[in-house]
Every structure is written in structure tokens, then in C-alpha cells.
């Protein structure tokens, strides 16, 4: 008799996500879209990312990894038609539910996400490191949106030195915001910078700066950081991000780092999609945090 095909056992990422109660990792879907600065479809993300997963194998060929890591999918929060003012505890507390795990996966949903999340982890505890082209420090005078989640957590009373902002793109921001986040001593690194020096390069630097004045990091991945030409599915990409596969790189330096104890990914828009690019990027970002995870 013979062998069965080896297509018939391809193991996917996604046979490693389902109902796990005792998993070291967390899945939480955030699919929060209401007061998006660029009218979009984010709210789309959580379900796309999950259906991908399954395209994906746990063995990861250029370093011998095989995952086997398992993954708690602990649903979406239900955020349809949700303001992030109202996103704010529904958020909060689905993130610390999960608290007693190495590490949450947030899955948004635009940036507004990011504020609970923190809050999730202790305001008083906690730094934020932040990839992204903006530094989201948009006045919340008048309301909040995935414009201003960085300047929010100030107004909560976080201390802008335990925040790091790395990947800010040039012509994206402006003089006022780049003031506001120098007088509250936040720490900015370019995407110049990420590009010339490496981004996981930076990203480690500045998750040692954390680590040294918190108890626990939480990072969001405004995936809109990527450089627009490898990543069309945000409206706020822009030409001249770093490369996706710096990227990759600095994600799976974040997963093993032992302070992270959540992570987001935010501002994947799939109806800005071309093929399947986006969705099997971010699918891809999920490999890669569950490798740095596996090596902690």
C-alpha cells in the first residue's frame, strides 16, 4: 500500500488556532471601523486574517522553526456600528481576560483599538512601543478616532517617555504633532532611520529603552507602515515605509522579547486589497510573532 500524499498532511497555522484554554497565546478579533479618519472596510480584518491561516505552514524553511505553538482564539468583541468611546471597555476587558497569557494577539479594526488595549495591561505599568507612519497625537477635543490614540494616552496621563514611535514617515505628519511628541518625551525614530539602520535593529534598541522604565510592553503594529508599493490595503501607507520584510523581521523580534505581553495589528483595510496581498502580509505577521514567541 502506499504512502499518503504529503499534500494530504500539510499542517497550516491555522490548525494551531481554535479553543485552547490553557495556550500560552491569545487570538482577540477588534473589528472596530466607526470614526476612521479615510472611510474604510477594517472592520473586515479579524476574519480575514483567520481565514488565511490556513494557506499558511507551521515550518518556516529559512531557519528550520517548525510552530507548534497553539493559539487561543478567543473571538471578536462585538464592535459593529461601535464608536471607540463605547469600544473603549468591551476592548479593555477582553484583552485583560486574557492577561495570564504570554502574550494577546489583537487583531483590528483601525487604530482606535490601541488604547484599550494598553489600558488592559495597567496604565501605570506599561510601555508602548508603536510602528506606524503617524505619530496619532490628532487633538481629542473632538472625540476619538484611529487619529489619536497616542495623544488620548497622554490625556489618560501616560508617560511619554515610556512610549517609543518608530517607523514615522515623512510628508504623513506635521510640525505640530512632531513638537507635541518632543515636549512629552516620546521617543521618535524615522522611517529613514528604520531603513538605513534596520528596523528590528531599532526596534530592539528601543524595547531595551522600554524595558528599563516598565513592567510590561505593549505594541501596536499600524501596519501602515509598510512602504506603500509592498502595501496597498491601508489608505495611510505611504512611498518611502520600510520594507515588508524588515517587517517580518522586527515582528518576530517583538514576539520574542519576554516584557510583550500584547501586541495589535491595526488599519488593515481588505477592500483596498490587490489579490490576496494584504491578507497573506498579515497572515505572515502572525507566523512571524508566534516564531519570536517560540524562541522566548
Known sequence: MSEPSEALGWRSVGDLVGHHPDASVALIGAPLNERSLTPGRCDLGPKVLRGVLPRLSTYDVETGLELEIKVHDAGDVALKAVSPFEAFEPVRDAVAAQAHRDLTILVGGNNAITRPGVHALGLERVGVLTLDAHFDLRDTDQGLTNGNPIQALLDDGMDGRRISQ???????????????????????????????????????????????????????????????????ASPGARPGGVSVHDFFDAARAIGAHAKVRAVDLTEYDPSLEVGDLGSLTAGRWFCEILAGVAAR
Not at 178 to 184: G, I, Q, W
Not at 189 to 201: H, M, S, Y
Request: with cysteine; glycine share 4%.
Open 166 to 232: 518608530v517607523g514615522l514617515a515623512p510628508f504623513a505628519n506635521t510640525r505640530r504633532a512632531h513638537e507635541k511628541a518632543e515636549a512629552a518625551g516620546i521617543s521618535v525614530r524615522t522611517a529613514r532611520e528604520c531603513r538605513q539602520r534596520g528596523l528590528a535593529n531599532v526596534v530592539v534598541e528601543e524595547l531595551e529603552r522600554l524595558s528599563s522604565l516598565c513592567e510590561v510592553i505593549y505594541v501596536d503594529f499600524d501596519i501602515d507602515v509598510i512602504d506603500r508599493s509592498q502595501w496597498p
